[in-house]
């Protein structure tokens, strides 16, 4: 989940409530939905939040969702644009890879230290959300002063820059914390930042470049040039993002435009000269969506006026109108920076937001049956119940995990037919790159806390209970469903001994006969690998992880796990 750091002064300033108390913020922030995580050693309050409301990366951002919260703002609000100066020209040579580019010029911003650190703490936390680790989008801000446009013709007035694609080994240029004039190619290998991002253009035959009329000036995605960095003396940016999909780096570029506009900066278009066309950016086109009154009510379990799912709607920073008829209506207005709104529930969440969760009272659905607990739920409950009784600190992981974490980082491949092998059920448009897939098996979430645990004493002896799935086209769904439980065991002497006698215990404690003949798995160490066969059916595995897992993992201990299928308890 992403974390932001944010200075409770500047909350007073940029909400206008001078005489809120930290406390008192903390409140209002959690209701937000933004949970407080610490404070930083220069006092910034460290929040944590969903990662869809990406519009609160920024400081400027969470005052914003603040000001509506205490009815200080309501309703969509547009920065008004000045007429375009600038022109981004589309060279016929950009790769195919990374063709789409948007931007806009802002004028005016007052830049000191607090505004400055929010901008590149901004900058840098949609890299690793929106922009997929730059990889589907990057963003370059520059001081606008020091570039020199291109004239577009005789005919025409107003600055151009190119964007354009070079060899390797062409132009040289100084790049950010650099005095070497060096080649892209010699970036790659030289500069810090450029080996940390040479993977995205490394197989390119051009890789991508900006230039104005001195010269070469950025170097997307990896690295901008030393002569156009902006400082606490910049007052008029340009600022331009590239990448693989051209609604993404819209939707960053808005993100970056309303966080300036706070801070009173003007925001000015800029014209995108394409070989098909010329488009205007920044895209500040305001989207509607559409929900029912009767669903926002049947969802949040409370009756509400018209005028006052409205006025919740206007308190949420959106702007609503009723369509009365058989069904009443609501044609909602979404604001240019609100990258999460896809579906009518995201809009009750809104209302349900805005009129506080903590006002809804609970009550009895209105159903002719009472509910009671599910048989599986039972069993998980016995289940984690004997795990904690074993010394095992029980766990609930985040269902979803990358690509690289459930199957690279473990040593296994697609579609293998090893426990975790199978084939994903992947998200087509994931917001982060950390959650892109669902977990086919649940020992890499597993390993994942290890890993951000090094710091914590030993042993640490963790289990879950989880949810998996895969791809599977004998499902109705097309996506096979099963809860797990897996195990890991990280001690200076974790032996697969130490692992298969917990398991056995485990078996013992719902009188299931466990058989661990010998098998392989490429996470675990061949020799001391076993399948684990409950009641004569193969389920899970259990053994050592192997030494390529843990280090990968950063880990400096052994460690021995199991996992299996949870039904096989039953």
């Known amino acids: 989940m992403p974390v932001v750091d944010v200075q409770p002064d500047e909350l007073r300033r940029l909400t206008g409530h001078e005489d809120k108390s930290d406390e008192e913020f903390k409140d209002d922030l959690f209701a937000l939905g933004l949970e407080f995580e610490g404070v930083t050693d220069d006092g910034a309050f460290q929040l944590e939040f969903g990662p869809d409301r990406l519009d609160r990366l920024s400081v400027e951002g969470v005052a914003r969702s603040l000001r509506y919260q205490y009815g200080d703002a309501r309703g969509v609000s547009v920065p008004n644009t000045n007429d375009p100066d600038w022109t981004f020209v589309v060279d016929d040579d950009v790769p195919d890879e990374r063709p789409y580019v948007t931007g806009a010029v802002v004028r005016g911003v007052d830049l000191d230290d607090a ?12 890299h690793a959300t929106m922009g997929r680790k730059r990889a589907k989008g990057a963003i370059g801000i520059h001081d606008l002063t020091m570039l020199k446009g291109d004239v577009l013709s005789e005919n025409a007035s107003g600055n151009s820059i190119t964007y354009t694609g070079i060899e390797p080994d062409g132009d040289t240029f100084v790049a950010l914390d650099s005095n070497d004039e ?10 810090a930042t450029g080996r940390k991002y040479a993977d995205l253009v490394s197989e390119y035959d051009r890789y991508p470049a900006i230039y104005d009329e001195i010269g070469l000036f950025s170097f997307p995605p990896v690295i901008n040039g030393r002569r156009t960095e902006v400082s606490t003396d910049s007052r008029d940016l340009l600022v331009e993002l590239t990448g693989t999909d051209q609604w993404t780096i819209d939707r960053m570029c808005n993100i970056i435009c309303y966080a300036l506009a706070a801070r009173g900066a003007t925001i000015e278009d800029v014209e995108v000269q394409y070989e098909t066309g010329t488009v ?4 500040f086109e305001v989207e509607t969506k559409h929900v029912s009154h009767d669903r926002i009510e049947t969802v949040l379990g409370v009756e509400l006026e018209l ?5 919740l709607f206007e308190r949420s920073g959106l702007d609503a109108n009723a369509e009365l008829g058989e069904e009443t209506v609501y044609e909602v207005s979404i604001p240019p920076y609100r990258v999460d709104v896809l579906h009518p529930l995201d809009l009750v969440d809104d209302v349900g937001r805005a009129y506080g969760f903590n006002e809804l009272e609970p009550r009895y659905p209105d159903v002719g049956t009472v509910g009671q607990r599910h048989e599986r739920s039972r069993l998980e409950d016995a289940v984690r119940t004997s795990l904690v009784g074993l010394g095992f600190e ?3 992981n985040f269902h979803m995990i990358s690509e690289e974490e459930n199957y690279e980082r473990m040593d296994v491949e697609v579609g293998s037919d090893y426990l975790g092998g199978g084939e994903p059920a992947s998200i087509t448009e994931p917001y982060s790159e950390d959650y892109t897939m669902l977990r086919t098996w649940v020992l890499p979430s597993l390993t994942m806390v290890l890993e951000n645990n090094t710091h914590r004493a030993y042993p640490q002896d963790l289990a879950e209970i989880g949810h998996v799935a895969h791809r599977d086209d004998d499902e109705n769904t097309r996506v096979a469903e099963a809860r797990h439980v897996a195990a890991v065991l990280a001690r200076h002497d974790a032996t697969y001994e130490d692992a298969k006698a917990r398991l056995a215990a485990l078996c013992r404690d719902f009188d299931a006969e466990l058989e661990t003949p010998a098998t392989d798995h490429p996470s675990f160490i061949d020799g001391r690998t076993a399948a684990v066969v409950i009641d004569g059916e193969e389920v899970g595995v259990v053994g050592e992880l192997h030494p390529k897992v843990i280090v990968d993992h950063d880990l400096e201990l052994p460690v021995a796990a199991f996992e299996f299928d949870l039904s096989a308890l039953a």
């Open 182 to 191: 060096l080649t892209p190619a010699e970036v790659l290998e030289q500069h």
């Open 307 to 311: 005028d006052e799912v409205i006025d």
């Open 280 to 283: 205007t950016k920044p895209d």
């Open 115 to 126: 505004a400055l650190d929010s901008l590149i703490q901004l900058q840098e936390k949609l």
């Open 394 to 396: 029980d766990l609930l």
